[in-house]
């Protein structure tokens, strides 16, 4: 079976532009979070979607946006690019959101590399 | 969620076993105790979890102290392949709800041949 897979896996922008990176999850899996993970840093918690509605937000600007399609697909949207955004953008997906007995083991992507020049 | 701590790395030889700290000294009566790890140029993969009793499973097993406030990933044999960051990760039951996982900054786990 095909795990969480995400496009582009390399990506290159400038300030100032838009960058749409997309994932699509485990088959049956209908909740996917996205994580933003910088150099040297563990993943950072971006936004999280189940049944095609946002169930949770991080500490993340509003040029950060995200929609999950009727298929459990997401899209996550950052405008305004800054060098900062320069980053390893994780996808994961799982069943249920998050909890349930807390076995919600989260299964991730290998992640778009996203560099702002 | 509860702060963990971990060492900022830890060297093994291979076919050792492994034992990876992690302090969770605020941890709350309905946090579960996740261990996942980072290889490198991937996401990161889930290992375990734990709410009170250790716990085995193919990968790896955890322990925890009797008063929650430690716990130990527990690698019986170390491989090259085992060469990753491990992230200690409390978890609040959420009940259907959607916080993220709080991730730190792990341990680097070096395997020397």
């Known amino acids: 079976d095909a795990g969480v897979t995400q496009s582009p896996t390399h990506l290159i922008k400038t300030r100032g532009q838009h960058v749409t990176l997309r994932c699509s999850p485990i088959?049956?899996?209908?909740?996917v979070s996205w994580y933003q993970q910088v150099l040297g840093q563990g993943p950072q918690f971006i936004f999280q979607?189940?049944?095609?509605?946002?169930?949770g937000r991080g500490n993340f600007p509003d040029r950060f946006s995200a929609r999950q399609f009727p298929n459990y697909s997401s899209e996550l949207n950052v405008n305004a690019l800054l060098l900062g955004d320069s980053a390893l953008y994780l996808c994961?997906?799982?069943?249920?959101?998050?909890?349930?007995?807390?076995?919600?083991?989260?299964?991730f992507g290998e992640g778009s590399r996203l560099t702002v020049l | 969620d509860a702060k963990t701590t971990q060492p900022n790395s830890m060297e093994s030889n291979e076919e050792e076993p492994v034992h990876l700290p992690c302090n969770h000294s605020?941890?709350?009566?309905?946090?579960?105790i996740h261990w996942y790890r980072q290889l490198p140029s991937q996401g990161p993969e889930y290992v375990i979890h734990?709410?009170?009793s250790n716990v085995n499973n193919r990968m790896a097993s955890l322990a925890i102290a009797e008063d929650r406030k430690s716990s130990t990933l527990i690698l019986h044999r170390a491989t090259l392949r085992d060469a990753a960051v491990y992230y200690c990760i409390l978890r609040g039951y959420s009940g259907g709800g959607a916080d993220g996982l709080t991730f730190g900054k792990g341990t680097h786990l070096i395997i020397q041949p």
């Open positions: 994961a997906s799982s069943l249920l959101p998050g909890g349930q007995g807390n076995t919600g083991e989260l299964f």
């Open positions: 734990g709410l009170t």
């Open positions: 979607y189940y049944e095609k509605e946002e169930r």
């Open positions: 088959s049956g899996h209908k909740s």
């Open positions: 605020t941890i709350s009566g309905t946090d579960y």
